[in-house]
């Protein structure tokens, strides 16, 4: 139940969906999340609609930049490069990949509100503890005022809708035996007589019969992925050293995880979109290019079918066996947590201090 001295308190309540909004009370207005949700005729006057206000911002402000040149801003300020350090090299650039994000999402979050709840319009803002960037944006907002931010407790479930029905899995190589990209036909299933006929001879033959032929059956899957895997390694050693043989190159770190469909001079095919047109001019102009994927392991089906696609594609899996070093372990790693919790720089966006974003949202991400 809401506290009675809420009723002299302006408040602004944000909710996921429709479904989610409150009671009426006198003293709230309701922000509903959902975008495509547009008020019909003789809606609740108290529900606000997010995509007109959201439209004006994003006609206004450049998010992609923005977010980069916060993060920018603030490295510049703090000393990050030096930080992010591993031996001689920096890991900065690599990290401001993909904290850009959160940033983006709190810069938007913040010209929302810029616009729905200016400064003395509302004494509370009620945010969904789903959505921490949004509350980060709030707190931002509130900053210097009397107004305050509280958490919403999670929004209750709706009903399941009918599951779409998901396309299965490939198995990895070591349970699936080979596969049609490495060379070899695929083992045919026994036809449902064949399978009568093997139920009923462990029948006859006994159960010592049925535990020697499943043995059988187990190192013949065994000795076939046991191929496929030498098949692999010998593969990509073979790259490995026509890529070797061109030194002075790039290296490019993406990860898989951020691949997409990408059209380039090279034909179609799965890659980081941010890198991978940067990659190709980079080849065009007689530079070779190494990309090592990140999260591609090229003892999975379905990865080695996108390794074996991509010539200049070498897969994190083939990192520590081939380049491991018992050293490695013994690695000096910076104190990325204690240089976070000891920062104090300002990166003024508007009047706002975006310094402590930063810090949330690379404390989030690394």
């Known amino acids: 139940m809401p506290d009675p001295g809420d009723r002299l308190r302006r408040r602004l309540v944000l909710v996921e969906r429709l479904e989610h909004v409150p009671p009426p009370a006198s003293y709230a207005d309701v922000l509903v999340l959902d975008a495509s949700w547009t008020p019909l005729p003789g809606d609740r006057s108290d529900l606000v609609p997010l995509r007109p206000t959201l439209a004006r911002v994003l006609d ?47 810069m938007l979050w913040d010209a929302v509100l810029r616009e729905i709840a200016p400064a003395g319009r509302y004494d509370v803002l009620e945010v969904p503890v789903e959505r921490p960037w949004l509350g980060v944006a709030a707190r931002l907002h509130v900053a210097g005022t009397t107004s305050t931010v509280v958490e919403r407790p999670p929004a209750p479930a709706l009903p399941k809708q009918r599951a779409v029905p998901r396309i299965p899995t490939l198995p990895d190589a070591e349970a699936a035996g080979p596969t049609a990209t490495d060379g070899e036909r695929r083992p045919r299933r026994r036809s449902l007589p064949r399978r009568f006929a093997r ?66 001079p090279r034909g179609s095919r799965f890659a980081d979109p941010h890198l991978a047109p940067v990659a190709d001019e980079v080849a ?55 240089f976070l919790a000891c920062d104090e720089t300002v990166v003024e966006v508007e009047g706002r201090d975006f310094g402590s974003a930063v810090r949330a949202a690379l404390a989030d991400e690394y």
Do not use: C
């Open 60 to 106: 206004r402000v450049n998010l992609f930049d923005g977010s980069l040149d916060v993060l920018d801003r603030w490295a510049a300020a703090a000393g990050a490069p030096a930080v992010y350090r591993v031996g001689e090299m920096t890991w900065w650039f690599r990290v401001r990949l993909t904290a850009r994000w959160p940033i983006h999402e709190v």
């Open 199 to 264: 139920a009923v001879l462990g029948r006859v033959r006994g159960p010592e019969w049925e535990r020697r032929a499943a043995l059988e059956a187990e190192r013949r899957r065994a000795a076939r992925a046991a191929q496929v895997r030498a098949r692999r390694d010998a593969a990509l050693e073979a790259r490995v050293a026509g890529l070797e043989s061109r030194p002075g190159g790039v290296l490019v770190v993406a990860t898989a995880g951020f691949f997409q469909l990408v059209e380039s």
């Open 284 to 338: 065009a102009r007689g530079v070779p290019v190494i990309t090592l994927g990140l999260q591609l392991d090229h003892h999975r089906r379905a990865d080695w079918r996108l390794i074996e696609s991509d010539p200049t594609l070498v897969p994190q899996s083939l990192l520590k066996p081939r380049w491991g070093d018992p050293g490695d372990e013994e690695i000096e790693v910076p104190d990325v947590d204690g």
